[in-house]
């Protein structure tokens, strides 16, 4: 019994001691900014931040451009005058967020399986011949054996999600098919409330509009996040032991 309540003070000690270190930090800058408004992040290079990956896709043969005599068009170009959209390193764009995913699915599996066994050896090791004594010791039937198992599964997820807004994106690296790669980040804060928005992927110049903006379904490897942090956000969350218990316990 003794044993048994030192096991258990030393287990909590232990995951006493992992929440203090999991929520060390973060306790102390909750605390930093108890009654302060959510800080916006410095508008910053994204090519400079740590673990930022020049991005490298499969690129096709450079074509060499040319020109033909006693023309005004150049082979290559999309407009007769000079073109206004994003097309180098440092230019804007606007992205148009316009997501709406619904998803239903729905999933059952039924399995039922009935086996039996039975088998049986006469006259085992000469029973017969040992007299009623040994014929009751030795056994009769060898093996019998009786197994029936089901499974009976369902499953259903239904899911719905709409997202509208616009972004302006930067262009931080121009692929040598001349495909753009795109990063955007936008940050709005409300009161005690901060929420982001981060867009990022690749995007051909010619499915950039006129007006110099992009349509997200047409970015590809595209990256969207939409979130935040603040008082709201702080109470839907679990506190930070409930969520190492839940990793750690299991049961």
């Known amino acids: 019994m003794l044993a048994y309540k030192f096991r258990r003070i030393a ?3 232990t995951m006493l001691t992992i929440v203090s270190f999991a929520g060390g930090c973060s306790g102390i ?3 930093s900014q108890i009654g302060e408004e959510p800080k916006l992040s410095a508008i910053e290079n994204p090519t400079t931040q740590p673990g930022y990956k020049p991005v490298q896709m499969p690129m096709p043969k450079p074509e060499i451009v040319s020109y033909n005599p006693n023309s005004l068009w150049r082979n290559g170009s999309r407009s007769f005058f000079k073109d206004q959209r994003a ?7 606007t992205v148009t967020v316009n997501i709406t995913d619904q998803a239903n699915f729905a999933n059952e599996t039924q399995r039922s399986r009935t086996a039996t066994e039975d088998s049986g050896i ?7 011949l ?4 040994a014929q ?3 056994p009769g039937r060898f093996l019998t054996a009786d197994e029936k198992s089901g499974t009976d599964g369902k499953g259903s997820i239904v899911r719905q999600e709409t997202l509208q807004t616009n972004v302006a994106a930067i262009v931080t690296q121009v692929l040598p098919n001349g495909n753009l790669v795109v990063e955007g980040r936008q940050e709005i804060r409300v009161n005690y409330e901060k929420r982001e928005l ?6 051909r110049p010619e499915d950039i509009q006129s007006d110099n903006t992009i349509d997200s379904s047409k970015i590809a490897q595209a990256r969207i996040a939409y979130g935040g942090h603040g008082e709201i956000s702080d109470l839907q969350q679990p506190r930070y032991g409930s969520q ?3 990793v750690l316990l299991p049961f």
Do not use: E, N
């Not at 040992?130 to 004594?133: A, I, W, Y």
């Not at 981060?198 to 995007?203: D, E, P, S």
């Open 87 to 93: 097309h180098q390193i440092g230019d804007l764009l």
């Open 29 to 31: 800058d909750r605390l």
């Open 136 to 138: 009751k010791v030795l």
């Open 198 to 203: 981060i867009v990022a992927g690749i995007v």
């Open 130 to 133: 040992l007299g009623q004594t």
């Open 122 to 128: 006469t006259a085992f090791l000469g029973s017969a």
């Open 11 to 13: 287990l909590t000690g």
């Open 244 to 246: 190492v218990m839940d």
